[in-house]
């Protein structure tokens, strides 16, 4: 099969579409299909901050929304044109990666099936691009139903969202939690101390790692605020964050006020490939989601590689964290945007390094079984399939 992935965002880039887009790419090459991606990296620069970002920006300044939905149109527009120039491949089917993308590729009269990673107007209201009821988010919520309903067929990658679009749009989606590529993520302690050298973290200091993007959903303040009480049992703990986003102001002030200089490190956007390095020479990986304007995480592509490269794992119990992560089996689960819990989970497994190996052994084992991305390949080639009827 001969199969389009397109995207009106940009590819590769830090976060966890891009990681979905690219690990299901090597699950469905794997089995033998022809994939390729398109997205609004394949835009040329000029056209990019001319005719979408340049716009978006000054609109936004006359009323917060409307850029946003005039850059997703642009984009669409791109998608569009991008996808009739590559006719000539004769695609069997496209998997759009969000509403504006199932728009444009609805439009090629190729076959198309979406799949929806998120909330997408909630998720606008909660990074603070638009107002919640306003007249933006009503068109964005509009743009959503019409994509929904013109698919063949809709994935959500878990069962909440899958809720979420019958309940906005009438249509039935498939839930396929999101994967791994389990040959990637493997547990790889055994170079710890040669990867601390190599990334100048101290060999012998207990390593808190946060991968997560740093927007108000990812909870990524509440990792900072924990800290200080984490120093009290654990003093010599390092804090590691691998991302960008809105929040980095609101964490640089916690860090400021409570003189953690010394203890964090904000790595920014960094590579897949160091993200996995970063998770082996870690002791706990934290990913401390919340809820925020109606938006829950879903199944955290983090949260999985964490469990998958034998970092033991302390999640909140939101969204799809609490279908993958057994409270004390093979993870720690804490109530959101509390401290108290965070902070003790967290010290718990930096005190008990052996409690903490146990843990993340079932977790390797899960994944193994539940997440991989071969089995996720063939779980979507039954629906292109269907699509396709």
């Given at each position: 099969m001969k199969i389009l992935i397109a995207t009106a965002y940009d590819y590769p880039h830090a976060g966890g579409l891009s990681t979905h887009v690219a690990t299901l790419q090597a699950g469905l090459e794997a089995l033998g299909h022809e994939v390729d991606v398109l997205s609004f990296s394949d835009v040329s620069p000029i056209s990019r901050k001319l005719l979408a970002q340049g716009p978006s920006f000054l609109?936004?300044?006359?009323?917060?929304?409307?850029?946003?939905?005039?850059?997703?149109?642009m984009r669409q527009r791109f998608l569009k044109a991008l996808i009739e120039k590559n006719k000539d491949k004769q695609y069997d089917i496209i998997n759009a990666q969000d509403p504006f993308t199932t728009l444009a590729a609805l439009e090629s009269g190729i076959p198309t099936v979406s799949t929806v990673h998120g909330y997408m107007t909630f998720e606008s209201v909660s990074k603070g691009s638009m107002d919640e009821g306003s007249t933006e988010a009503k068109i964005?919520?509009?743009?959503?139903?019409?994509?929904?309903?013109g698919t063949r067929k809709i994935i959500t990658v878990d069962q909440r969202l899958r809720d979420y679009v019958k309940d906005l749009s009438g249509v039935q989606g498939t839930a396929v939690s999101n994967f791994i590529d389990i040959h990637g993520f493997e547990p790889n302690k055994t170079k710890k101390a040669e990867l601390r050298k190599t990334y100048n973290v101290d060999v012998e200091a207990p390593v808190i790692f946060v991968p997560r993007r740093l927007t108000k959903k990812n909870g990524v303040i509440y990792p900072a605020l924990a800290l200080p009480q984490i120093l009290k049992s654990v003093p010599n703990a390092q804090l590691i964050y691998a991302g960008s986003g809105?929040?980095?102001?609101?964490?640089?002030?916690?860090?400021?006020?409570?003189?953690?200089?010394?203890?964090?490190?904000l790595l920014g956007a960094v590579s897949h490939d160091t993200v996995k390095d970063y998770y082996a020479l870690s002791d706990v990986v934290l990913v401390p989601s919340v809820h925020s304007a109606g938006v829950e995480e879903a199944t955290s592509i983090s949260a999985l590689e964490a469990m998958g490269s034998g970092s033991p794992l302390v999640a909140c119990a939101v969204g799809g964290l609490k279908e993958i992560v057994i409270n004390g089996e093979d993870g720690i689960l804490v109530e959101e945007k509390n401290v108290e819990e965070l902070a003790e989970a967290t010290a718990y497994l930096l005190q008990n390094p052996e409690?903490?190996?146990?843990?993340?052994?079932?977790?390797?084992?899960?994944?193994e079984q539940d997440?991989?991305?071969?089995?996720?390949?063939?779980k979507y080639l039954e629906i292109y399939e269907s699509a396709l009827k």
């Open positions: 609109l936004n300044k006359l009323k917060r929304g409307k850029g946003i939905i005039w850059s997703h149109k964005m919520q509009d743009i959503e139903v019409q994509a929904y309903q809105e929040a980095l102001a609101n964490i640089k002030e916690i860090v400021a006020e409570h003189k953690l200089e010394e203890h964090v490190t409690k903490g190996q146990e843990m993340a052994d079932k977790a390797r084992a899960k994944i997440y991989s991305h071969i089995a996720a390949a063939k």
